[in-house]
């Protein structure tokens, strides 16, 4: 049986994702990954990662949006995870389980990257550097999922409640261009708050 996880894709205005360094006395120790943890009983995901976010970093969130779910086989176990975007939360990260963290941008080359990333996370970064808009006939196209529907508003609906059983990030296609809709709606949200930001990603 699989062991949920809740695990958190913290993006700054910049692009940029925040990867958490596994602690000493855990498994695969000293290996880099999105911050999170497993579901308690009767947890949401969001409500998962919004507890596990407090305990691992002392950041507060209200809000998280399903971007993916991917299984994988460690040595350790099978674990089902659950990603989930987040663009706005309370607080500077602070390493509560003195672990390490570090802001880092999916765009550059994976030579600048810090090292070794776990393998669920690695296919993340490639996602990550997706514009947010795209044609057709980019082969983007083969990287994503996508639906299509009447209007905006109707589009990050249904791209919610597909992102939480997708395999991979689903995109609303409009003709012959695909568009990234709740990443869109937050880059509108913190555009039309003056260009403010959380505190923990200034």
Same mark, same amino acid.
């Given at each position: 049986?699989?062991?949920?996880?809740?695990?958190?894709?913290?993006?700054?205005?910049?692009?940029?994702?925040?990867?958490?360094?596994?602690?000493?006395?855990?498994?695969?120790?000293?290996?880099?990954?999105?911050?999170?943890?497993?579901?308690?009983?009767?947890?949401?995901?969001?409500?998962?990662?919004?507890?596990?976010?407090?305990?691992?970093?002392?950041?507060?969130?209200?809000?998280?949006?399903?971007?993916?779910?991917?299984?994988?086989?460690?040595?350790?176990?099978?674990?089902?995870?659950?990603?989930?975007?987040?663009?706005?939360?309370?607080?500077?990260?602070?390493?509560?389980?003195?672990?390490?963290?570090?802001?880092?941008?999916?765009?550059?080359?994976?030579?600048?990257?810090?090292?070794?990333?776990?393998?669920?996370? $690695?296919?993340?970064? /490639?996602?990550?550097?997706? +514009? #947010?808009?795209? !044609?057709?006939? @980019?082969?983007?196209? &083969?990287?994503?999922?996508?639906?299509?529907?009447?209007?905006?508003?109707?589009?990050?609906?249904?791209? $919610?409640?597909?992102? /939480?059983?997708?395999?991979? +990030? #689903?995109?609303? !296609?409009?003709? @012959?261009?695909?568009? &990234?809709?709740?990443?869109?709606?937050?880059?509108?949200?913190?555009?039309?708050?003056?260009?403010?930001?959380?505190?923990?990603?200034?």
């Amino acid at each position: 049986m699989a062991i949920d996880v809740a695990a958190g894709v913290l993006l700054n205005p910049q692009g940029e994702v925040l990867l958490a360094q596994r602690p000493q006395g855990k498994v695969y120790a000293g290996w880099w990954e999105v911050p999170g943890g497993k579901f308690e009983p009767g947890e949401t995901p969001h409500e998962a990662l919004a507890r596990e976010l407090e305990e691992e970093l002392g950041l507060r969130i209200k809000r998280s949006s399903a971007w993916c779910t991917r299984e994988y086989h460690y040595a350790h176990g099978h674990v089902r995870l659950h990603f989930r975007r987040v663009w706005h939360w309370d607080g500077e990260p602070r390493a509560m389980e003195s672990q390490a963290f570090v802001w880092l941008d999916p765009r550059k080359p994976a030579a600048t990257w810090v090292a070794p990333l776990l393998p669920a996370t $690695e296919p993340l970064m /490639a996602w990550l550097a997706l +514009p #947010v808009c795209f !044609r057709g006939t @980019d082969a983007c196209c &083969d990287q994503v999922a996508w639906i299509e529907a009447a209007s905006d508003e109707q589009a990050q609906a249904m791209v $919610e409640a597909r992102s /939480a059983r997708s395999t991979k +990030p #689903v995109y609303h !296609r409009v003709g @012959d261009e695909y568009r &990234d809709v709740l990443r869109l709606a937050a880059q509108s949200q913190l555009a039309s708050s003056g260009g403010t930001s959380s505190p923990g990603s200034r």
